[in-house]
């Protein structure tokens, strides 16, 4: 079955630098991965989708790469801010192409 | 509407009670997915809506658990003789189409707790 892995540990950074999340999956190819941030007591919200034949997709002080080869998509936040503060989820669509499957995430702080 | 609302936001439930929870998706948006989130993991997979039907109802985890949509619009996720382990965030999200291009957009969340 699939299997989707992110940073376990809470990661604290400090204000101004960029931040890196790691997103590894094994067992499929995923065709499309979506990064959302969550924070407490809400629902996730998007922020980029990048395909399988995309190594890279910027969006303002965002950055996601994926490597189909290592199976491991990484999410960069330039600059970073508290307010980037967070939770980060990554997702990749299934094989039946009806949803995608959430890894359960990396929480970050970024220290004033 | 301007986004995803569901209802309740909270819903505190004795152990055997059945519960409604409700999602109004972006209006037009095709596509509806119910997912489901226990602390501190991450997001379960229930059911998939295109239009009025279900494609995909593999992530239901009993038969205590069913779902509709009428109108290609608003959607309610049912839970029969709830159990404590039934306690979680149910959340519900739309996408313009069924296609995997499209990023969801999310509620906020049933948070619904068991006693």
């Known amino acids: 079955s699939q299997k989707i892995e992110q940073n376990s540990e809470a990661l604290n950074i400090q204000e101004g630098k960029t931040a890196t999340l790691t997103c590894n999956y094994t067992n499929y190819s995923p065709a499309y991965l979506q990064w959302y941030r969550q924070d407490p007591g809400r629902g996730p919200v998007f922020l980029l989708l990048?395909?399988?034949?995309?190594k890279e997709k910027r969006k303002e002080r965002l950055k996601v790469t994926f490597d189909t080869t290592l199976k491991q998509s990484l999410f960069h936040i330039t600059a970073s801010q508290p307010a980037d503060s967070a939770t980060y989820l990554c997702a990749l669509d299934a094989d039946t192409g009806n949803q995608f499957y959430f890894g359960t995430g990396t929480s970050l702080t970024v220290i004033p | 509407g301007a986004g995803v609302s569901q209802s309740p936001s909270n819903k505190v439930t004795e152990k055997g009670k059945d519960v409604e929870l409700r999602c109004d998706p972006i209006s037009g948006h095709t596509a509806l997915y119910w997912y489901r989130q226990r602390l501190g993991q991450g997001l379960e997979f229930l059911i998939y809506?295109?239009?009025?039907?279900?494609?995909?109802k593999s992530g239901l985890p009993s038969d205590r658990f069913s779902a509709e949509r009428t109108g290609e619009s608003v959607s309610t996720l049912t839970i029969q003789r709830t159990q404590q382990e039934d306690s979680a965030v149910y959340l519900c999200a739309s996408s313009p189409s069924g296609g995997q291009g499209y990023g969801y957009t999310f509620g906020s969340g049933t948070r619904l707790t068991v006693v």
């Open positions: 990048i395909r399988e034949n995309e």
């Open positions: 809506f295109q239009g009025n039907s279900a494609p995909d």
